[in-house]
């Protein structure tokens, strides 16, 4: 018997997981050089990818909530059939 665990954060899209690697680049970046400039970077994709993951999760959550309301609920509350 196979078993397929399901994607814990099924929002997390390949575009979204690119942001999220530059935000970390960006990040040890800063921590190498220590200067405003990097700071700025930094925050500026830390801000940005903090946006995207919200505005992902939200469009993911309501897509499914449309779809399938028992399926929604089982998602919220998992172990809830």
Not at 56 to 65: D, V, W, Y
Request: proline share 2%; hydrophobic share 35%.
């Amino acid at each position: 018997t196979v078993r397929v665990k399901k994607s814990f954060a099924p929002w997390l899209t390949d575009t979204l997981k690119i942001v999220l690697r530059q935000r970390d680049s960006a990040y040890a970046a800063f921590k190498r050089d220590r200067t405003e400039e990097n700071w700025l970077i930094y925050k500026k994709m830390r801000n940005f990818a903090q946006a995207s993951m919200r505005r992902e999760k939200k469009a993911f959550l309501e897509q499914l909530s449309r779809d399938d309301t028992k399926n929604f609920r089982t998602f919220i509350r998992p172990g809830s059939d």
